[in-house]
C-alpha cells in the first residue's frame, strides 16, 4: 500500500479523487431521481457515471503511461532492482484507484439511498454496478495502451477521442453503459463474468509491456492487442441483460380494475391505486378492463405464416416513474376496450373524426389528475389529431368535474351509435 500511496502522490492523483467523486455524485442525484428505492434502476443509475469517469480515465491513463517515454527514463528504469512488471502494476493500480474511489462512492450512495425502502431484486443493483466497474476499468485500459503505443503528447487526446466515440455510439447497445434498468429485464450473470474475465485478461496484459515499444513485432505488445479484442468480442457478442419470465405469482392491486405490476416497483402502488380509483370513477360508457398488467408481465402469441412467436407485452409502463406514463397507456387500454376494433374505423378514418382520440386524451388527462402532460408529441400526426387532444386539454381545465363527466358520457354514447353498433 506504501508504494501504492507514493506513486498516488508522485502523480499529483490525489487531487482527482474528490472532484471526480463531487462530479460522480451530481450526475447521479442531479440527472433524476426517480431510481431510488427500486434496485435495478439505482443500480443502472450508479453505472451512469462510469461513462463520465472513462472518459476521464481513459485520458489520464494514456499521460501517465506514456511519461516515461516523455521523460526518457526507460534505461534508468530497466536498470532498477524491481521488476519491470511489479512497477507498473503500482503505476496502473494508482489510476484505477482513482477512478474506483469516485466510483465506489456513487454505488455506495446509491445503494444508501435505496436499502432504507427495502426492496426485492438487490443482486441486480449489484450486477450493474458490477457492469458499470468494468467499463471504467476497460477504459483505463485502453488509455493506458494508447500511451504506451503512441507515448506522444497527442496519446491523451487519441485516447479521449476515441473512448468517447465508442462510448456514445455504441456503449447502451452493446451494454457498455445502461440508461436504465428496467423491472422487466435481468442481468446476465455469465455476460458479466466473462466481460470481467475478458478485462482482467487484458489489464494483466499491459503490465508485461516492454519499456521500449520498438516498431518490429513484440509479443508482449501482440498479447495485449489480442487481449484488447477479445474484450471487445466479448462486450459486443455478449449481450448483458435479457427480457425476465413473468413471475409465477402475480403481484396486483385491487379494485375495481387491477393493476398487475413487477414486485421490484412496489414504490408506484399508491400511485397506482390512485390512478385505479380515478378510472373506477370514469362514466360508465367507459368500459375498463378486470386486469391490466405492466409491460413484460404479459405474453402474445403472433402467427406469421405457418409460425408462431412469442412476443413481450403489457397494458402500461411508468417509465421513468411518471404518472403521464401510466395515465397515458392505460387510458389507451380504457379506449380499446371501449372502442374495440369491431367499429367501423375506416368510416371513421375517411369522416377524419377524432373523437376517439379526444376522448382517450381526456381519460388520460383525468386519470392522470389533471394538468398539463409532461412529455412531447412529434409533428408527423395530421393536424385534426393534435387539434383533437387540444380540445380535449381545453375541456379538462375550463369546465367542472360534473360537466366533463357528462360531457364525456355524451361524446362516448354518439360515437359507440355512429360506428360500433
Known amino acids: ?13 490525489q487531487w482527482w479523487i474528490l472532484p471526480l467523486a463531487v462530479a460522480d455524485l451530481a450526475i447521479l442525484f442531479l440527472r433524476t431521481r426517480y431510481w431510488i428505492g427500486i434496485w435495478p434502476e439505482a443500480g443502472a443509475a450508479a453505472q451512469v457515471p462510469a461513462l463520465m469517469l472513462g472518459v476521464v480515465a481513459s485520458g489520464l491513463a494514456a499521460w501517465i503511461s506514456g511519461s516515461r517515454a516523455r521523460n526518457r527514463v526507460e534505461e534508468q528504469l530497466a536498470a532498477a532492482p524491481r521488476r519491470p512488471a511489479l512497477l507498473e502494476f503500482y503505476r496502473f493500480s494508482a489510476v484505477l484507484f482513482t477512478f474506483a474511489v469516485p466510483y465506489a462512492c456513487g454505488v455506495i450512495a446509491a445503494w444508501a439511498f435505496t436499502v432504507v425502502h427495502n426492496p426485492p431484486g438487490m443482486a441486480m443493483f449489484f450486477a450493474y454496478a458490477l457492469a458499470g466497474g468494468i467499463a471504467l476499468w476497460l477504459a483505463c485500459g485502453f488509455g493506458w495502451l494508447v500511451g504506451r503505443l503512441l507515448a506522444g503528447r497527442f496519446a491523451t487526446i487519441i485516447a479521449i477521442l ?8 455504441f456503449g ?21 463474468a466473462l466481460r470481467w474475465a475478458a ?15 520498438r516498431r518490429k513485432v513484440q509479443m508482449p505488445v501482440l498479447a495485449s492487442l489480442m487481449t484488447a479484442a477479445l474484450a471487445a468480442v466479448v462486450v459486443a457478442n455478449y449481450p448483458m441483460v435479457h427480457d425476465r419470465k413473468a413471475p409465477k405469482r402475480e403481484t396486483c392491486t385491487t379494485g375495481s380494475i387491477e393493476l398487475c405490476y413487477w414486485p421490484e416497483e412496489a414504490k408506484y402502488v399508491p400511485m397506482m391505486r390512485e390512478v385505479g380509483l380515478r378510472a373506477s370513477n370514469l362514466p360508465k360508457v367507459f368500459k375498463l378492463p378486470k386486469r391490466a398488467y405492466e409491460y413484460g408481465l404479459k405474453m402474445e402469441r403472433i402467427k406469421i405464416g405457418a409460425k408462431v412467436y412469442e412476443q413481450t407485452t ?7 416513474g411518471n404518472k403521464w406514463s401510466l395515465a397515458s397507456s392505460l387510458a389507451s387500454s380504457i379506449s380499446q376496450q371501449t372502442f374495440p ?12 373524426d377524432y373523437t376517439a382520440d379526444k376522448l382517450q386524451h381526456w381519460v388520460e388527462i383525468t386519470l392522470a389528475g389533471g394538468g398539463t402532460p409532461e412529455y412531447r408529441l412529434g409533428n408527423g400526426g395530421a ?22 363527466y357528462a360531457w364525456a358520457a355524451k361524446t362516448a354514447e354518439k360515437f359507440d351509435e355512429r360506428y360500433c353498433q
Open 1 to 13: 500500500m506504501r508504494l501504492l500511496a507514493r506513486h498516488i502522490r508522485f502523480n499529483r492523483l
Open 162 to 169: 476515441s473512448w468517447v466515440i465508442v462510448a456514445l455510439n
Open 172 to 192: 447502451p447497445s452493446i451494454g457498455l453503459s445502461f440508461i436504465s434498468g428496467h423491472a422487466y429485464t435481468n442481468v446476465i450473470f455469465t455476460s458479466l
Open 199 to 213: 478485462g482482467i485478461l487484458f489489464l494483466g496484459s499491459l503490465l508485461f509491456l516492454p519499456l521500449h515499444i
Open 314 to 320: 403489457g397494458d402500461f409502463s411508468i417509465l421513468e
Open 341 to 352: 376494433s369491431a367499429c367501423d374505423w375506416s368510416a371513421v378514418e375517411a369522416n377524419n
Open 383 to 404: 393536424s385534426g389529431f393534435y387539434e383533437a387532444r387540444n380540445q380535449a386539454e381545453k375541456i379538462a381545465k375550463n369546465k367542472t368535474k360534473s360537466a366533463q
